[in-house]
């Protein structure tokens, strides 16, 4: 099993910034990929970026360029720095982590974005 917490969530207005992190624990030695995902009220969830073991980064098209995915290893934790918020970025939040047979869920953080 893998534990997910994650942290940094909140409310900002539009052409802000805010830093989420995702620290993991438990069977790590199993994940391969690492990344966060949002949903919106009555949305589906989406990719927002992901980064592989080996430092592969993926993001969704609606980041590109405002978003950053990085990895410290050595505290098994995740960030996504968000730049230039936007409204439409208002969701919440999930850290997800991937192994080649599971994927693990964090409890979802709320980034909220003001016009």
């Known amino acids: 099993q893998v534990q997910l917490v994650e942290s940094g969530g909140g409310l900002v207005q539009a052409g802000g910034s805010l830093r989420l992190s995702c620290a993991a624990s438990g069977s790590i030695f199993s994940i391969n990929r690492m990344g966060w995902y949002r949903q919106a009220p009555g949305k589906q969830r989406d990719l927002v970026a992901d980064?592989?073991?080996?430092?592969?980064?993926n993001y969704g098209d609606s980041v590109k360029g405002r978003f950053t995915i990085s990895r410290d290893n050595a505290k098994n934790t995740v960030y996504l720095q968000m730049n230039s918020l936007k409204p439409e970025d208002t969701a919440v939040y999930y850290c997800?982590?991937?192994?080649?047979?599971?994927?693990?869920w964090g409890q979802g953080t709320q980034v909220t974005v003001s016009s």
């Open positions: 997800n982590a991937a192994g080649s047979y599971s994927q693990y």
């Open positions: 980064i592989t073991s080996g430092g592969r980064t």
